[in-house]
C-alpha cells in the first residue's frame, strides 16, 4: 500500500508546454509521446516542485512566468508533513499543495501548503517523498563516490552508526591538526611577537605609569609654569577683598559689605523687606570672608619651585614615550598592558600546547583508525548482501548471467591512520574506495560498471539497484526518465515487469518510448502537441481502449493504424495483464 502519491501536477508555459494537467495513477504511469513533445517537461516539472535549480530558459517563449502546481497525498504523520506544519503550511484534505513559479527573468518562488517558503525546504522534502531518476543519475551511478552512497544507504544502520561516529572523530582531528600546523608553521612569527610584547610589557613597567596620571601632571605643570603671575592675581584679589595690612586706609570689599550689613540692621525691624535684604547682605559678608580665606591659603601653598617643575616635565616625557607607541593616553596604555600579558601567556605556552595538540592528534588517529576498520568491516558485510540481491534482480531483467560485485579498497599513505596493520589514505566518509564492478556474462572479468555495462545494462542496473533499495529504504514516488534507454526486446519486457512489480509497493511514473514497458503500466499518458501555425502547444491526456492500443502501435511501428501492430500491441497488453 502506498503511504503517498503524488495525485496530478498542473503545468502551465513550460517548455513547449502551453497549459497541461498531469493526472497521476497510485501504481504505475507510463508517459509516451513523440520525441520533442515534451514528456521530459514532465520529470522537469516535478523536479521544480521538489526544490531543483530554476532555469529561465524554461520558461515558455512569450510567457513572462513558467508555474507548476503539485498534490500529494501523504499521512498525517508523514516526516514531510510535520516538517511542512512547522514551515506553516496546511493540509488540503488530506494532500500537500507544492506550488512553483520561475519568472522569465530567473527569480524564483515556492509555495507549500498556501504558505510561501524557502525553495530549500522543497528539497528537505524530496528526500521523503519522491526519488528522481534520468540519463544524468545514470552518469552519477558510475562515480565510485556514489557507488559507495549507495552502499551506505542499502547498509542502514550498521553504516550509519559507525559512519557518525568516524565523521565525528575525523572532524576533530581535522581542527586538531589545523591548530597544530597553525603554531608550527607560524613559530617563527609567534616568536617575534612574543619578543615584541616582552619589550613593551618591560618599558612600561619601567616607568610604572598610574591610570590618570598624564591629566594630573598636566594640570600641575600648566600651574608651576605660572606660579607667579596666579599667587600675584591671588594676593590682589584677596586685598581686594580682605585689605592690605600695608594699606589700613584703604577701602576692601568685606569692609563696605559690613557697613552696608550695618546700616540695614539698624532698622530692619520696621520693615520685613528690609530686613530680608539685611540678611543677605550678611550672607553675602560670610561669603567673601571664605573667599578671601581661601586666596590666601592658596596664596601661601603655590609652590613656585623650578625644581618640582623640572620633574614633572620630565615624568611627562617619560608618559609621552609610551602614549606614542601603545596608547592615545596612560589609561589606553595600561589597558594594552593588560591585554599583551594575556597574549603573551598564550604565546609562551606554545610549547606546552604543541605538546598536548600532539599528543591529542596521536590518540584520536588511532580512534579513527579503529573506527575506520569498523565501518570498512560493515561495508563489506552490506556490500555481499547488496550485491546478491541487486545480481537476483538482473536475472529478472533478461540478464541471467550477470554477476555485481563491490571492490572496496584502500590506498597505501604515510600520512594516513593505521587500519589492519596498513597505513592508508583516510577521508571524511572513511578509507575506503567502493566501485561497483559488473560481469555480463560467465567468464567475463568483473569490471566497473563505467567500462563493462553498456546503455542499456546501465540502465537496468540502476533499476535493479532501485529495486534493492524499494525493500530495504522504500521511497514513496519513484520517476523515471527513460530508464529503458538503450533497452529493446525481452529486456524491455523485464523491465516493465519490474516496475511493475516496485508499483506494488510504491508509485511509479516512468518516461518511455518503449511500448513494452508502457504495456505494463496501470495508466498511460500521452503527451502530444499540435501546431496551430504560431504557437506549439502540448496537452497531457489519459489513454484508456482504443487510444492506448493506437498510442502503443505509434510506438511499435510507427503507424498508428497498421493491423500487425495493432495486434501486436493488443498482445502485449494482454501480456502485461496476464502477468499482474
Known amino acids: 500500500m502506498v503511504c503517498s502519491v503524488l495525485e496530478e501536477m498542473r503545468i502551465r508555459s513550460l517548455g513547449v508546454i502551453d497549459d497541461a494537467v498531469v493526472e497521476l495513477s497510485p501504481g504505475f504511469t507510463a508517459v509516451t509521446g513523440e520525441t520533442g513533445a515534451g514528456k521530459t517537461m514532465v520529470v522537469t516539472s516535478l523536479g521544480l516542485l521538489l526544490g531543483g535549480r530554476a532555469d529561465p530558459a524554461l520558461v515558455r517563449i512569450g510567457a513572462d512566468k513558467a508555474v507548476v502546481e503539485g498534490r500529494v497525498t501523504v499521512p498525517a504523520d508523514a516526516a514531510a508533513v510535520v516538517r511542512a506544519e512547522e514551515a506553516g503550511a496546511e493540509l488540503d484534505d488530506g494532500a500537500l499543495l507544492i506550488s512553483r513559479t520561475v ?9 507549500l501548503g498556501g504558505r510561501s517558503v524557502p525553495v530549500g525546504l522543497l528539497a528537505e522534502l524530496a528526500d521523503d517523498l519522491v526519488a528522481v531518476h534520468g540519463q544524468t543519475d545514470q552518469q552519477g551511478l558510475l562515480k565510485p563516490s556514489r557507488q559507495r552512497q549507495a552502499l551506505d544507504r542499502y547498509a542502514g544502520d550498521a553504516v550509519a552508526v559507525p559512519l557518525a561516529k568516524y565523521t565525528e572523530a575525523y572532524r576533530r582531528l581535522r581542527a586538531v591538526s589545523a591548530e597544530l600546523e597553525e603554531i608550527t608553521t607560524r613559530a617563527r612569527e609567534r616568536a617575534q611577537e612574543a619578543d615584541m610584547l616582552r619589550y613593551g610589557l618591560e618599558e612600561i613597567a619601567a616607568v610604572e605609569p598610574r591610570a590618570g596620571e598624564d591629566a594630573e601632571l598636566a594640570e600641575e605643570a600648566e600651574r608651576l609654569g605660572h606660579a607667579e603671575a596666579l ?182 599513505d604515510p600520512e594516513g591512520v593505521e587500519v589492519g596493520g596498513r597505513t592508508v589514505a583516510y577521508g571524511p566518509s572513511g578509507v575506503d574506495e567502493v566501485e561497483l564492478l559488473l560481469a555480463p556474462h560467465p567468464g567475463a572479468p568483473p569490471r566497473p560498471i563505467a567500462k563493462g555495462a553498456s546503455g542499456g545494462e546501465l540502465s537496468r542496473v540502476m533499476l535493479a539497484v532501485e529495486v534493492v533499495f524499494a525493500g530495504t529504504d522504500p521511497v514513496p514516488t519513484y520517476l523515471f526518465d527513460e530508464v529503458d534507454a538503450g533497452v529493446g526486446g525481452k529486456a524491455a519486457v523485464e523491465i516493465g515487469r519490474r516496475l511493475a512489480k516496485l508499483a506494488r509497493t510504491a508509485q511509479v511514473v516512468v518516461v518511455t518510448h518503449l511500448p513494452q514497458v508502457a504495456a505494463f503500466a496501470d495508466r498511460q499518458l500521452l503527451v502530444e502537441k499540435t501546431n496551430d501555425g504560431s504557437v506549439t502547444r502540448s496537452g497531457v491526456k489519459v489513454l484508456e481502449g482504443e487510444e492506448r492500443i493506437r498510442e502503443l502501435s505509434r510506438m511499435l511501428a510507427g503507424q498508428e493504424d497498421s493491423e500487425t501492430a495493432r495486434a501486436h500491441a493488443e498482445e502485449l497488453l494482454a501480456t502485461a495483464r496476464a502477468d499482474l
Open 103 to 111: 519568472s522569465a527573468e530567473g527569480r524564483s518562488r515556492a509555495h
Open 231 to 412: 599667587s600675584s592675581a591671588a594676593s590682589a584679589a584677596h586685598a581686594a577683598l580682605a585689605g592690605n595690612p600695608e594699606d589700613p586706609e584703604g577701602i576692601d570689599a568685606s569692609t563696605l559689605v559690613a557697613g552696608a550689613h550695618r546700616a540695614l540692621e539698624a532698622v530692619r525691624s520696621h520693615d520685613p523687606a528690609l530686613a530680608s535684604l539685611a540678611d543677605r547682605i550678611g550672607e553675602i559678608g560670610i561669603l567673601l570672608g571664605d573667599v578671601a580665606g581661601e586666596l590666601a591659603g592658596y596664596a601661601d601653598d603655590l609652590d613656585a619651585d623650578p625644581l618640582r617643575l623640572a620633574a614633572v616635565e620630565e615624568r611627562r616625557a617619560a608618559l609621552n614615550v609610551l602614549t606614542r607607541k601603545y596608547g592615545e593616553d596612560v589609561n589606553a596604555v595600561l589597558a594594552w598592558a593588560e591585554q599583551s600579558a594575556a597574549r603573551l601567556t598564550e604565546l609562551d605556552g606554545d610549547d606546552e600546547r604543541t605538546e598536548e595538540l600532539t599528543a591529542e592528534r596521536d590518540a584520536l588517529r588511532a580512534e579513527l583508525g579503529g573506527l575506520a576498520q569498523a565501518l570498512s568491516d560493515a561495508r563489506r558485510d552490506a556490500a555481499e548482501r547488496f550485491a546478491a540481491a541487486v545480481t537476483a534482480e538482473l536475472a529478472s531483467l533478461a540478464m541471467p548471467h550477470a554477476r555485481v560485485s563491490f571492490d572496496i579498497r584502500q590506498t597505501e
